[in-house]
């Protein structure tokens, strides 16, 4: 799994990342629901620097890029109905942008897939859009009269 991970963590721009599996014993003596390991994503996204573990290495850009690859590579293994994206494409443009996009709709052939974007490349791959917009409502304090 690691091995497909990384490729499409390559080819979202990242190519110096490397990202690691590891399994850790559990703390406890007794077999839990899923086994007796806990399984960590370890990585490093700067040549020379060692793996850590994901949580405390990487970017919120950089985050949102390897959670699309790992969802690209375990959505055959998934029944996961919908998956929703919030800006995964922060810090990112042009070619990498596109890539995204391709990956979005790539996972959207088995899953829909509701993806906030602010980029023309990754919106371009959607068959449907949806125009979100906030609007504020300011109130003026009314006076007050006291009897």
Do not use: W
Not at 34 to 60: A, C, Y
Request: aromatic share 4%; with cysteine; charged share 15%.
């Amino acid at each position: 799994m690691a091995e497909q991970v990384i490729k499409h963590i390559h080819e979202l721009g990242m190519e110096h990342c490397v990202f690691e599996i590891k399994l850790l014993a559990s703390d406890s003596e007794q077999p839990q629901l899923h086994g007796m390991e806990v399984v960590e994503f370890h990585v490093t996204t700067n040549p020379g620097q060692p793996v850590r573990p994901l949580s405390k290495v990487v970017s919120g850009g950089e985050l949102s890029r390897i959670s699309l690859a790992i969802q690209v590579v375990t959505a055959q293994f998934s029944d996961i109905p919908t998956l929703i994206f919030d800006e995964g494409d922060v810090g990112i443009s042009g070619g990498i942008a596109e890539m995204v996009g391709n990956k979005l709709r790539l996972l959207g052939t088995n899953s829909q897939i509701l993806c906030v974007t602010h980029q023309a490349q990754v919106a371009s791959q959607a068959h449907q859009h949806l125009n979100v917009y906030k609007q504020s409502m300011i109130r003026k304090a009314l006076p007050v009269s006291v009897y």
